[in-house]
């Protein structure tokens, strides 16, 4: 590839990311995906600028031409946070002596509160809705729950492994961003259905998988296939614009906040580093609180 060959310490950085950071397949292809983006832009206009050249009037064209593109500021953003982690890479092994992007100031963005499935809706999806009967109907509900009932990201469960589940202690070890593990409780109901489930994989497709979910062919799920299972079925109960495995994730955490968890523990569960990101949570909860206002209060 031209963007590799001109610049061949992206693919050091890819290597950095894949075996020392030890980031997830999904995690690296974003990244490699922005930066062949913003080197490509740099060959066909400024005629392959060494890394020692790359100024911030560089990088503003580049990111000038995005929002002309139509990008969205968050997508402009990430794009910006790669950059700068590759910079660091480059002045962590001497490449480069300084980053063009101290002086880049990053697009503002509104921010907007999680969108997510109501309860009710969550209830009859899980109760009242009949899913597929056989082996691809069980594993699409127990995504499904398993979803909901652990605020997993997409990727940690289809890469869920059945050592993972600790039957024993009632819980999940999650493995999350950055190989950070994380335990996640688990009902006793949610676990006997999990080992009742993994009892007929191994009936049906032997114990050469050790992934907990397994599609019709015995093979891991693809997260395109899981993604489309979470819309189709979230589209027979909500109308919420988005429907996505994050939703469940989104619905996971604000449930937990309106039925009166603490924000610390809700921040362990979702495998967030910081608590800011988990803080977003607590608008939905001050947003029930004014609905529940309105309505039982007689001057509201």
């Given at each position: 590839m031209l963007v590799q060959t001109s610049y061949p310490q992206l693919a050091s950085f890819l290597d950095y990311l894949k075996f020392e950071k030890r980031y997830s397949q999904y995690t690296i292809i974003s990244y490699q995906t922005d930066l062949e983006q913003f080197f490509s832009y740099l060959i066909s206009q400024f005629d392959t600028p060494a890394l020692g050249s790359i100024s911030a009037s560089f990088i503003r064209s580049w990111l000038a031409e995005l929002k002309n593109d139509g990008i969205s500021s968050k997508s402009?953003?990430?794009?910006?946070?790669?950059?700068?982690?590759?910079?660091?890479?480059?002045?962590k092994t001497g490449v480069v002596q300084q980053s063009p992007l101290v002086t880049v100031v990053a697009p503002k963005i509104s921010k907007r509160l999680p969108v997510f499935v109501e309860e009710k809706h969550m209830d009859d999806l899980l109760n009242r809705i009949d899913f597929e009967e056989g082996w691809a109907g069980r594993s699409e509900k127990l995504i499904i729950t398993l979803f909901y009932a652990t605020g997993m990201r997409l990727s940690e469960l289809i890469q869920l492994k059945e050592k993972q589940v600790d039957y024993g202690h009632s819980h999940i070890k999650v493995l999350g961003k950055g190989n950070k593990e994380r335990i996640v409780p688990v009902s006793n109901g949610l676990l006997r259905e999990i080992m009742l489930y993994v009892e007929e994989k191994?009936?049906?497709?032997?114990?050469?998988?050790?992934?907990?979910?397994?599609?019709?062919?015995?093979?891991?799920?693809?997260?395109?296939?899981?993604?489309?299972?979470?819309?189709?079925?979230?589209?027979?109960?909500?109308?919420?614009?988005?429907?996505?495995?994050?939703?469940?994730?989104?619905?996971?955490?604000?449930?937990?906040?309106?039925?009166?968890?603490?924000?610390?523990?809700?921040?362990?569960?979702?495998?967030?580093?910081?608590?800011?990101?988990?803080?977003?949570?607590?608008?939905?909860?001050?947003?029930?609180?004014?609905?529940?206002?309105?309505?039982?209060h007689p001057k509201a």
């Amino acid at each position: 590839m031209l963007v590799q060959t001109s610049y061949p310490q992206l693919a050091s950085f890819l290597d950095y990311l894949k075996f020392e950071k030890r980031y997830s397949q999904y995690t690296i292809i974003s990244y490699q995906t922005d930066l062949e983006q913003f080197f490509s832009y740099l060959i066909s206009q400024f005629d392959t600028p060494a890394l020692g050249s790359i100024s911030a009037s560089f990088i503003r064209s580049w990111l000038a031409e995005l929002k002309n593109d139509g990008i969205s500021s968050k997508s402009i953003n990430r794009k910006i946070s790669s950059l700068k982690s590759f910079y660091k890479f480059l002045l962590k092994t001497g490449v480069v002596q300084q980053s063009p992007l101290v002086t880049v100031v990053a697009p503002k963005i509104s921010k907007r509160l999680p969108v997510f499935v109501e309860e009710k809706h969550m209830d009859d999806l899980l109760n009242r809705i009949d899913f597929e009967e056989g082996w691809a109907g069980r594993s699409e509900k127990l995504i499904i729950t398993l979803f909901y009932a652990t605020g997993m990201r997409l990727s940690e469960l289809i890469q869920l492994k059945e050592k993972q589940v600790d039957y024993g202690h009632s819980h999940i070890k999650v493995l999350g961003k950055g190989n950070k593990e994380r335990i996640v409780p688990v009902s006793n109901g949610l676990l006997r259905e999990i080992m009742l489930y993994v009892e007929e994989k191994h009936s049906l497709f032997g114990v050469a998988c050790d992934h907990v979910f397994v599609n019709q062919k015995g093979k891991p799920y693809y997260a395109r296939a899981v993604y489309d299972i979470v819309k189709k079925y979230l589209g027979m109960v909500t109308t919420i614009q988005k429907k996505s495995p994050h939703i469940l994730r989104h619905s996971f955490a604000t449930h937990l906040m309106n039925n009166g968890a603490e924000l610390n523990a809700v921040k362990e569960l979702l495998g967030h580093s910081s608590l800011a990101a988990t803080q977003v949570y607590t608008h939905n909860t001050i947003e029930k609180l004014k609905e529940v206002f309105k309505k039982a209060h007689p001057k509201a």
